[in-house]
């Protein structure tokens, strides 16, 4: 999924093993959905799970660990970071993101909680996609009538257009029928959607994705020829804000291999790893 977002991001991240975005809001994410997961896992077992007021607990915890090593994250890079990509991480408030955690966790109990009999959770799956290659992932969480859910925080409210073409649910329904040997009954994408004063579940639910097992599979295979021949690009065109020096952590070695050329930038960055 990164190489198809961004082919020059995966060159930066997996082909060379770089690691330059660490991002608060990325580790609020991660706080929310590991709160949620210990929470499944908890009701799976009891019933129950997790009160509101132990979820918040566990939330603070967690996404306090998570500010530990993003700092420690930041250290490591600050020479590569540009100052404008610092600069919008410094005005990232920890005290609003918490607040909007609390209120994430809310509307989650309030709305959703008591529609979900977790059953998998954190499922580890793999399928072999061609000689040498198996795709391997993990489902988050699937419920006891079949149904696959994929739990998601967001700033915006999300479109079903999105949904209905996300290879993820095709590549879930597929690990869904190894583990388990049918197919699943559905697929929820189950959006808390934050914000300040309106907080929100958004769900979409499909009975199968549009991206069928044959689709998956070519442009696994697709992908990963590419990466072995060398072939990445940038994406986006020349003005865009994922370009941008506030927003992409890869500003400068986007920059440099614009300058170098491929060969010369592989050259000096395979030798270091
Ligand atoms: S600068 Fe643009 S092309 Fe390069 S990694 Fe970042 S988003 Fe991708």
């Known amino acids: 999924m990164t190489y198809v977002r961004c082919p020059e991001h995966y060159l930066f991240r997996y082909k060379l093993g770089i690691k330059r975005n660490p991002r608060k809001a990325l580790k609020h994410g991660l706080a929310l959905h590991e709160t949620l997961a210990y929470h499944f896992d908890q009701k799976k077992k009891d019933g129950k799970g997790l009160k509101i007021g132990e979820a918040k607990e566990f939330f603070v915890d967690v ?21 404008e990509y610092l600069s919008k991480e410094r005005k990232v408030d920890v005290g609003e993101l918490i607040d909007l955690g609390m209120r994430g966790l809310e509307v989650y109990y309030k709305k959703l909680n008591r529609f979900i009999s977790p059953d998998l959770i954190e499922e580890a799956f793999n399928f ?6 198996e795709a391997v992932g993990k489902i988050d969480l699937t419920d006891k009538k079949g149904v696959i859910h994929e739990l998601k925080t967001t700033r915006r409210s999300p479109n079903m257009q999105d949904i209905r073409s996300d290879p993820q649910l095709a590549i879930y329904q597929i690990g869904y029928k190894e583990i388990t040997g049918h197919a699943p009954k559905a697929l929820s994408k189950d959006y808390i959607v934050l914000s300040k004063n309106d907080s929100k579940i958004v769900r979409f639910r499909v009975v199968r994705p549009f991206v069928d097992k044959r689709t998956v599979l070519k442009n696994i295979m697709t992908v990963m020829e590419a990466a072995k021949r060398n072939i990445f690009y940038c994406l986006h065109p020349a003005e865009s804000w994922m ?6 952590g890869y500003y400068k070695l986007h920059q440099e291999l614009k300058k170098t050329g491929l060969q010369d930038f592989m050259k000096k960055y395979s030798k270091r790893r």
């Open 63 to 83: 996404f306090g660990n998570a500010l530990e090593d993003y700092r420690v994250e930041v250290e490591a890079v600050r020479p590569y970071l540009t100052r």
């Open 243 to 248: 370009c941008s020096k506030e927003w992409c």
């Open 128 to 133: 072999p996609v061609t000689t040498g290659i």
